[in-house]
């Protein structure tokens, strides 16, 4: 087969030398392909579409593959079922080779894709790009396997290994070989371009709340989604199931917010209309009521039932941007642009004290304790600040060194957890507001925090595009990092505590399954991995040598000691072990009180 700049490719016999089928592009022809049984070919050409012809007869198979630019490449996937192509408006597409229908969205790159093939297995595409990188890709969702593959020149080729554990790439002046080692932890991921994602209370669906302008529902096993989108004109700001998990109530920039059948997926009430973008809708408890949010500076109480408002609006001086019920639905709080938050009556809308200043700017987030006694609220004064609800008075004050994004309650009202824009999370004392351990770091500014139902693990989300799980008390990671290929927006573990749903900007969701060692993690554990490291990073986070006899005390103490948790007794078999490992001179790992190293 040949492929010609007339806008033809030719299917010749080999024995007779004549032409068996031309098939007709109106420009160019850059790339022709065989699949793997030899009964199709695949075409690109310049005319910006590719095409599935049958191989014997020339006939065209399903749709023309239309792209935004000059189609570089095209090639089967070894079932001969789904093809990929590259082109020039940056992105490589996976087809169905029989249809012609998009499988996934673009694969994006920042310039050219020059070429896309499939690994022997079909589980991977490699891509390379003018941008100079070659990425590697899902095959079944399109979505990016690794990091990016750079080169110092655009990557004009590259090819698995026949067994597809190697990757070479070529650009520029030099060919690189690299060892396919994709970042796959995770139990489940699917496509949705989502800013907040939640649990059912049973665990068994998610919700999540799009820009798309839709909120959905999917089915935490499989990633299925259950029923069609619940769809707003603009944006879906929130989305929440109510208490018994049959609705479900969703905020939007059309001004908006909506209760939906969550089993159905049809609208139960009429739209509860704001005169501007809603930014939260929340059930309360009982689930006889929602409050809104919005940006025409107020919050109202609705019947969830009917959609009639209970309650005048709740008026801020600025835009409202959070709101919800006290636990046992008395009162509702608001925080608004205003840089106050305040306590309403939510029978009356009559508000319950002077409102509860921050320093300057947004008040970015607000939650009652359980006992509906306290309120927390977080600022973009630096602070997350407990109130008293009934006396507005402040009763402690929780400092970072930046905006402070998110602040939440455990569920046992023991520990207040911040998020923020200074890279790092902290767990506070809700009693003293001291912290319970050295700050808890990300790369990036820290989006969202959230408790683990039983109080012990807490999730960071990070611009730094990963989240990590942590030990309340210690302040030891336990999980993660967890990788996304964007900024993740928000973290939330499942009700059992197992599995934790990510939302990211790099279009995904993804759950992950949680190891379950048990917490809180020992202090002394950290400890032995620095003595056995014989480093350790001091308060300036500089690199300093450990004692030589630091390893020997651990030794002493935790082989004598009468505890059973599953960490001592592991410790018990780590030196157990070690010893029998030991040559017949002492070792660093085993060498007595001041032993030189």
């Known amino acids: 087969m040949t492929a010609s700049n007339d806008g033809t490719a030719v299917i010749w016999d ?3 030398g004549r032409s068996n089928a031309v098939l007709k592009h ?13 009964q199709f070919v695949v075409t690109g050409s310049a005319d910006t579409t590719a095409q599935v012809w049958d191989a014997h007869s020339g006939l065209a198979i399903g749709n023309r593959l239309t792209q935004n630019g000059e189609v570089k490449s095209g090639c089967f996937s070894p079932d001969g079922q789904r093809v990929v192509t590259s082109c020039a408006d940056a992105t490589a597409r996976i087809w169905d080779a029989r249809t012609g229908q998009p499988l996934t969205p673009p694969l994006k790159h920042n310039a050219v894709v020059w070429f896309a093939q499939f690994s022997p297995d079909g589980r991977w595409i490699i ?6 990188t070659a990425r590697v890709w899902d095959a079944h969702n399109g979505l990016p396997a690794c990091e990016p593959m750079h080169h110092d020149d655009q990557v004009v080729s590259g090819q698995f290994s026949v067994d597809g554990r190697w990757i070479v790439t070529a650009g520029g002046k030099a060919a690189r070989v690299w060892q396919l080692a994709p970042d796959q932890p995770f139990s489940l991921q699917f496509l949705h371009n989502a800013h907040t994602g939640k649990f059912s209370a049973d665990g068994q669906r998610l919700l999540t709340s799009s820009a798309d302008g839709t909120a959905r529902i999917w089915d935490a096993r499989t990633g299925q ?5 619940l769809k707003h004109g603009r944006g879906v700001n929130t989305a929440s199931f109510s208490p018994d998990g049959q609705r479900i109530a969703t905020a ?6 909506r ?3 969550a089993r159905s997926g049809e609208p139960l009430i009429q739209p509860l209309k704001h005169e501007a973008e809603v930014n939260a809708a929340v059930f309360d408890l009982a689930g006889q009521r929602i409050v809104t949010c919005s940006d025409d500076n107020t919050a109202r109480v609705w019947d969830a039932r009917t959609g009639q408002p209970l309650t005048p609006p709740l008026r801020h001086q600025r835009e409202v941007n959070r709101s919800e019920f006290s636990p046992d639905g008395r009162w509702v709080v608001t925080g608004s642009y205003d840089n106050t938050a305040r306590i309403w009556d939510a029978a009356t809308g009559q508000p319950l004290s002077e409102p509860l200043k921050h ?3 947004v008040v970015w987030a607000t939650e009652f304790s359980a006992d509906g006694r306290r309120l927390l609220t977080a600022s973009m004064d630096n602070s997350a600040c407990l109130w008293d609800v009934r006396t507005g008075q402040t009763l402690l004050e929780f400092k970072h060194m930046a905006i402070v994004t998110d602040a939440h309650f455990s569920p046992d009202g023991l520990w207040v957890a911040t998020a923020s824009f200074d890279g790092t999370a902290r767990v506070w004392d809700a009693r003293t507001g001291q912290p319970t351990s050295p700050p808890l770091k990300h790369g990036g500014r820290v989006e969202t925090v959230e408790f683990s139902a039983d109080s012990r693990r807490l999730a960071t989300a990070s611009r730094d595009g990963v989240v990590r799980i942590w030990d309340v008390r210690s302040g030891q990671m336990l999980a993660g990092p967890f990788k996304h290929y964007g900024w993740v927006c928000s973290a939330s573990f499942s009700p059992d505590g197992q599995r934790v749903l990510t939302t990211s900007r790099d279009e995904s969701v993804r759950i992950w399954d949680l190891p379950l060692a048990p917490v809180p993690v020992p202090g002394w554990l950290p400890k032995l991995a620095e003595a056995l490291a014989a480093q350790k990073f001091n308060d300036q986070e500089f690199s300093q040598a450990v004692r030589s006899d630091e390893l020997w005390q651990l030794k002493q103490r935790l082989t004598e000691s009468a505890e059973s948790d599953p960490y001592t007794l592991w410790a018990k078999r780590f030196f157990a072990g070690q010893a029998s490992r030991a040559a017949p001179s002492a070792s ?10």
């Open 588 to 597: 660093p790992g085993t060498a007595p009180p001041n032993t030189q190293r």
């Open 127 to 132: 891509t390379g790009s003018g941008d100079s």
């Open 259 to 261: 209760v939906w059948d």
């Open 252 to 257: 939007s920039a059309d001004g908006t917010a």
């Open 225 to 229: 989604a259950l029923i069609s989108p």
């Open 26 to 38: 109106s420009a160019p022809v850059r790339s022709v392909c065989y699949s793997s049984d030899g």
């Open 14 to 16: 080999v024995q007779t």
């Open 359 to 361: 320093k300057q700017g």
